[in-house]
């Protein structure tokens, strides 16, 4: 069975500019997360989603991140424009119930923004 | 505040050195404590659920245990593949709440 994908696996761009990472969850799998983790910290929760509906974006900062999840199956995450604080790990995971069951997270993105 | 602090930060031990991870969480209405395993430019990888204090799990060289206050991974007789960084998460109301990690590094 694949597991979580994540494209692209790394990048590197200028402030201001707008960047997209998109995730292809498990097959089956109703709740898809993205995360962003800081190097030597734990990952933080930025938009949860049940199928199509965003269950949990409190911490999505809205007036640069946007995220969908069209037909409920894989995701796009955008940043526009992005900011040199934005240099971060973005993982993706999902889970075959809701509300934090066992999750599977992909490889991640390495953004770098300079 | 919901929080979630382990400790130590860093831990190098000698192959075959056991040891344990600490993970202590104050949260309300605790729902589960979860163990991952994340190893460099990769993903958490699931290990453990503990749902109630007392429970334990066991995977290879790995235990996992629940108190009230604080979950331990107890890591026995450990080989150089053991090296990773260990992640804990409390899941309060839904919302799952992680710790910094704990970087282990097993010297052959």
């Known amino acids: 069975e694949a597991g979580v994908v994540q494209s692209p696996r790394y990048k590197i761009i200028e402030k201001k500019q707008p960047v997209a990472f998109w995730c292809n969850p498990i097959?089956?799998?109703?709740?898809l997360y993205w995360y962003r983790q800081n190097l030597g910290q734990g990952p933080e929760l930025l938009i949860r989603?049940?199928?199509?509906?965003?269950?949990?974006d409190s911490q999505l900062p809205k007036d640069r991140f946007s995220a969908e999840r069209l037909k409920g199956v894989d995701s796009t995450l955008k940043i526009q424009p992005a900011e040199l604080g934005d240099s971060a790990v973005y993982l993706c995971?999902?889970?075959?119930?809701?509300?934090?069951?066992?999750?599977?997270f992909g490889p991640g993105t390495r953004l770098t923004v300079t | 505040e919901d929080q979630v602090t382990q400790s130590p930060e860093a831990l190098r031990l000698q192959e075959g050195e056991s040891s344990s991870l600490n993970c202590s969480y104050t949260?309300?209405?605790?729902?589960?404590l979860f163990w991952y395993r994340q190893d460099p430019g990769k993903g958490p990888e699931f290990l453990f659920t503990l749902y109630s204090a007392g429970e334990e799990k066991e995977k290879e060289r790995l235990k996992a245990t629940l108190t009230k206050k604080e979950s331990f991974l107890h890591i026995t007789a450990p080989k150089p593949e053991d090296s990773a960084t260990y992640l804990c998460?409390?899941?309060?109301?839904?919302?799952?709440?992680w710790g910094a990690g704990t970087k282990l590094i097993i010297k052959p």
């Open positions: 097959s089956g799998h109703n709740t």
């Open positions: 995971a999902s889970s075959p119930q809701g509300e934090n069951y066992e999750q599977y």
């Open positions: 989603y049940e199928n199509e509906e965003a269950v949990d």
């Open positions: 949260v309300s209405g605790l729902r589960g």
């Open positions: 998460a409390a899941d309060s109301n839904y919302q799952l709440i």
